[in-house]
């Protein structure tokens, strides 16, 4: 038996969408196969498709802060009233 070790570094995992992007997009990846999310976004607008980074979040402002809110546009303010 060896006392040497062999390590491999570039082990990847099989990705699917990876795939059909490299068939569908070659040209999207650079020389060491990275993907150029850029060039990809920028193909999207050219061919007038629609590509939006909308997202939502959990940061509302909650029923106190949309009261405060109301009231600051309404010129009102209710804070130290009892109701």
Known sequence: MSSEQKIT?????????????RINFPHCFDKDG???????????????INFSTESYGLDWLGKIGG????G???????????H
């Open 34 to 48: 990275n993907f150029q999310l850029e060039k990809f976004k920028n193909n999207l607008t050219q061919k007038e």
């Open 9 to 21: 570094t570039d082990i990847k995992v099989p990705n699917k969408d990876s795939e059909a992007l």
């Open 72 to 82: 600051h546009i309404c010129g009102k303010s209710n804070i130290g009233s009892p």
């Open 67 to 70: 009261s405060l809110l109301l």
